[in-house]
């Protein structure tokens, strides 16, 4: 069973940013073989504890709920409206307060929507190097959606190609994940190793 | 079981009235409230140490010197001592100091610290957090256990034919805490040598505070120092609290609301929720703070944060009027059902019993020329 996370950063109902996300998600469940379970995290509901846990640096409720979906994700979706030419505010929220290392490794399909196809390369300026710096393997093909594209062809193909190359991710090796701190909890390192370290 | 205070030593306004107190009414206050500490007989005043405004924290030896000459039975403690930034020389020779003049009323709590700048303020790098806690303790305690000591490591001078002075009173070095919030390796250094753990509980969902405190109690068994649960544990707590629950709640909010590390975020009933804040009656903070055995199991050192986030020194003072009037169900309560085999926390008098009695560590040096002991 593969576990695929999607997460939503939009913020209306109803949700274009949702919308696409819905069809990223299925596209990739029908490119995937096997079984695939699927997870999706709307950020909305969580922002008063995404900003909770900005200020008292660690997370309660819902919001733990959802990091630990994250901790055991297999391959991510991530959708974001541009907001001033960027992710928004909420969707970096929820990374900043997610440990450094738990993407490590995990397969990512970046997308975005906005109202103008003019904010298409945010995918390349912002989030491509965000999850770069959280050592994701991100998928070649990220998906944007303009307002307008939901009325014409050719965001199916891209939907498409990039849920394809989400699976062939997800069919190689296993990822390569950092020693997590839960595991130096369950098996820490001896003391005579970090007096040899020191 | 121990009960008593630890203090940050911050500067803070008091949200209430818009006044910031001096440094020197602050400091001055902690010698009030330490004092205040030992008479309605709580066992411990720990103070942290920090190099920066707005605190009033650094040179804690001075504060605890003091404040040692003032009383005369509380346990004097750090909470906590930089052991990455300090020098090891400086902290042996200053302890060991502080125990004479105290007839060893004083022991230490390690920590790393939380201001990334107190690292390059004293030549040191953050990266190093971790190995330089362990480097510079395993100096420590060589400084303290042999008379004499040569030394080589990463993160200081070498040391050639060094010996601390003071010598230990009574040939014991003062019992050490290692502190630590989520870093298992302090759990496992403090289980290594056997010393005591100490988790600041506040601020943080008891979750973190077990999950240390669990690891810490296994590993002191692995080195052998006895079992899991004679393992030396501490935690902190806070509390706000008025003979009626609600006149506790409405006094204390705008403090809460403000205040430094938690103000403009959670509510304070979901804090009170989430951590071990408890805001309310005298019952209710002897019945939560009953609850913390709960999670830890049976310890050895409570500490209370009750100076900060601007509350002024007469409100602290009754706040500890109020400690006092449940400290001795809180004796009773901690009492009641545990194990005879699970210890008290290692004072003195009990480290001195442990080595087989007192004995005067003085190294009489040997003059040069005649080879007479000087």
Known sequence: MRRLVVISAGLSVPSSTRLLADRLSAAAVEAIHGPVEVDVIELRPLAHLLADNLLTGFATGELAEAIETVRRADALIVVTPVFAASYSGLFKTFFDVIEPDLLTGVPVLIAATAGTARHSLVLEHALRPLFSYLHATVVPTAVFAASEDFGEAGLDSRIERAAGELAILLSGAPRQRARTLEEEFADPTPFEDLLRGA | MQFGIFSVGDVTTDPTTGRTPTEHERIKAQVEIAKKAEEIGLDVFATGEHHNPPFIASNPTATLAYIGAQTEKIILSTATTLITTTDPVLIAEDYAKIQHLTDGRVDLMMGRGNTGPVYPWFGKDIRDG????????????????????????????????????????????PFVWHGSIRSPEIAEQAAYYGDGFFHNHIFWPAGHTKQMVDLYRRRFEHYGHGTADQAIVGLGGQFFMRKNSQDAVNEFRP????????????????????????????????????????????????????????????????????????????????????????????????????????????????????????
């Open chain 2, 130 to 173: 971790i190995n330089l806690a362990v480097e510079n303790y395993a100096l420590l305690r060589r400084l303290w256990d042999e008379d004499v000591v040569n030394w080589e490591g990463k993160y200081r001078t070498p040391l050639q034919g060094y010996t601390a002075t003071p010598r230990p009173l009574d040939g014991v070095a």
């Open chain 2, 255 to 374: 403090y809460f609301d403000n205040a430094p590390v938690y103000g403009h975020g959670p509510s304070l009933e979901d804090f009170t929720e989430a951590t071990p804040l408890t805001v309310g009656s005298t019952q209710q903070v002897l019945e939560r703070t009953l609850g913390f055995r709960d999670y830890v199991g049976d310890y050895q050192r409570q500490l209370f944060l009750i100076d900060h986030a601007g509350l002024p020194l007469k409100t602290v003072l009754e706040q500890l009027d109020l400690l006092g009037e449940i400290l001795p169900d809180l004796r009773a309560g901690m009492a009641e059902g545990r194990p005879a085999h699970v210890p008290d926390a290692p004072t003195h008098a009990s480290l001195v019993a442990k080595a087989g009695g007192a004995h005067d560590a003085t190294l009489h040096a040997v003059d040069d020329v005649t080879g007479v002991s000087v």
